[in-house]
Nanobody
Framework: VQLVESGGGLVQAGGSLRLSCTASGIIFRIDSMGWYRQAPGKQRELVASVTTGGTTNYADFVKGRFTISWDIAKNTVYLQMNSLKPEDTAVYYC???????????WGQGTQVTVSS
């Protein structure tokens, strides 16, 4: 499966961005998709996930600010990010998941930079 993320950019604190991720190729059994991020010098961490049934889960540090959605017909998952903070600065990645475990090859990601 190939994953292509887009929508990142430079935004001021308090601003918004909408990330998109399209999956293509042969996709076997998955039950969810997730957005992850990796800041410089830090490990990659799960930001949000959404199941085929529409159940969403968020990391505490984005609850109330980010919204994940999945257009299954388009194989595209979105991340609406509002009230962005400088600490949200990172490269954002998506992945297909099975039991909240990422199972696809990581894509290039999309850089999000939030200025104070």
């Amino acid at each position: 499966v190939q994953l292509v993320e887009s929508g990142g950019g430079l935004v001021q604190a308090g601003g918004s961005l909408r990330l998109s991720c399209t999956a293509s190729g042969i996709i076997f059994r998955i039950d969810s998709m997730g957005w992850y991020r990796q800041a410089p010098g830090k490990q990659r961490e799960l930001v949000a996930s959404v199941t085929t049934g529409g159940t969403t889960n968020y990391a505490d540090f984005v609850k109330g600010r980010f919204t994940i959605s999945w257009d299954i017909a388009k194989n595209t998952v979105y991340l609406q990010m509002n009230s962005l903070k400088p600490e949200d600065t990172a490269v954002y990645y998506c992945n297909v998941q099975l039991g909240l475990i990422p199972i696809g090859a990581w894509g290039q990601g999309t850089q999000v930079t939030v200025s104070s």
